[in-house]
Nanobody, 116 residues
Framework: QVQLVESGGGLVQPGGSLRLSCAGS????????LGWYRQAPGKQRELVARIGSGGDTYYADSVKGRFTISRDTAKNTVYLQMNSLKPEDTAVYYCNAVNWFGSNYWGQGTQVTVSS
């Protein structure tokens, strides 16, 4: 089992920045990929960014050039640096971990609101 706890959400003005953190515990040595998803009201949950065990990254087109995902293996933590935030980035952001057996684990979510 893997437990994930997100932090760092909040209210920010358009053009501002936030950094989300997700700390993992439990069987973190079996984690392959880590990712951030988001879900806005009335919309489906979507993948925002993902980082593999080798450091390879993926970004949704809507956040390319603005968001950066990184991981600190020693701290079992994954980060999402979000710059140039837009109102359409408003959503609940969820941390996700996938282990080598294909099992998915989710955090409880953290609210990000971009508004003036």
């Amino acid at each position: 089992q893997v437990q994930l706890v997100e932090s760092g959400g909040g209210l920010v003005q358009p053009g501002g920045s936030l950094r989300l953190s997700c700390a993992g515990s439990g069987r973190t040595n079996r984690i392959n990929a880590l990712g951030w998803y988001r879900q806005a009201p009335g919309k489906q949950r979507e993948l925002v960014a993902r980082i593999g065990s080798g450091g390879d990254t993926y970004y949704a087109d809507s956040v390319k050039g603005r968001f950066t995902i990184s991981r600190d293996t020693a701290k079992n933590t994954v980060y999402l640096q979000m710059n140039s935030l837009k109102p359409e980035d408003t959503a609940v952001y969820y941390c996700n971990a996938v282990n080598w057996f294909g099992s998915n684990y989710w955090g409880q979510g953290t609210q990000v609101t971009v508004s003036s």
